[in-house]
């Protein structure tokens, strides 16, 4: 079967780090992506690991290790803005079968 | 502008009376999906679109149907609603040319049933 674990909350501080971990499984693998959806909005794509290892996008940063079924989402410096729900995907089987869980809502505080 | 619109965003209506939500876009993109979006379970795919006339189920997909006769666009059709349809309805599109995992969402369309 398929299952996705993210935590629920996350409270960090403006200026700070914060780690979100994500285990999946799934049947069929092919990436895991992450998305940042703030209130009343919609999901907007962040990054994506087809490989194992760490890929870098500004503050944002993502890993993969596919062995373990993890990954995670850092993200560096805290903004105010960063006070979103962020959802990792993993992609079972080709550009559309991707699954979204229920996402960890971050909260920047100051 | 490269986007993906949706329309109407907000809809009111009552059981059992067909509706149909659009989903256009302008990106040349040859996968497209709906989601729907409920407070504790996330974003559930409800069909998904390789190309025109080429489409699957995803995991919640009783109660609606979906056509794509273009390729941009992507119809969501609710024949008979109900209540437990209600939610937040998300349309989604990709390219091969991306990677895997980027989709671009639409903004939304916001159904109740009663």
């Known amino acids: 079967g398929q299952s996705l674990e993210q935590p629920s909350e996350v409270t960090a501080v403006e200026g700070a780090i914060v780690q979100i971990n994500c285990t999946y499984q799934?049947?069929?693998?092919?990436?895991l992506s992450w998305y940042q959806q703030h209130d009343g909005g919609a999901p907007t794509f962040l990054s994506y690991?087809?490989?194992?290892g760490l890929e870098e996008t500004g503050r944002f940063s993502s890993f993969l290790s596919r062995s373990d079924s993890y990954g995670y989402l850092l993200l560096q410096e805290l903004q105010m803005k960063d006070s979103a729900s962020y959802f990792c995907?993993?992609?079972?089987?080709?550009?559309?079968?991707?699954?979204f869980g229920t996402g960890t809502k971050l909260q920047v505080i100051p | 502008e490269a986007q993906v619109t949706q329309n109407p965003r907000y809809l009111i209506t009552v059981t059992g009376k067909k509706l149909t939500v659009t989903c256009s876009q302008n990106?040349?993109?040859?996968?497209m999906s709906w989601y729907r979006q409920d407070p504790g379970l996330g974003l559930r795919q409800i069909y998904y679109?390789?190309?025109?006339?080429?489409?699957d189920k995803g995991d919640v997909p009783e109660g609606y149907k979906v056509s794509r006769k273009e390729k941009r666009n992507f119809p969501l059709i609710l024949e008979s609603p109900s209540p437990n349809q209600t939610s937040l309805y998300f349309c989604?599109?990709?390219?091969?040319?991306?990677?895997?995992?980027?989709?671009?969402f639409g903004p939304g369309t916001r159904l109740t049933v009663t």
């Open positions: 989604a599109s990709s390219s091969r040319a991306y990677k895997q995992g980027e989709q671009y």
């Open positions: 799934t049947s069929g693998f092919y990436g």
């Open positions: 690991n087809a490989l194992d």
């Open positions: 995907a993993p992609n079972s089987g080709g550009y559309q079968k991707v699954t």
């Open positions: 990106m040349n993109h040859e996968y």
């Open positions: 679109s390789m190309n025109v006339e080429v489409t």
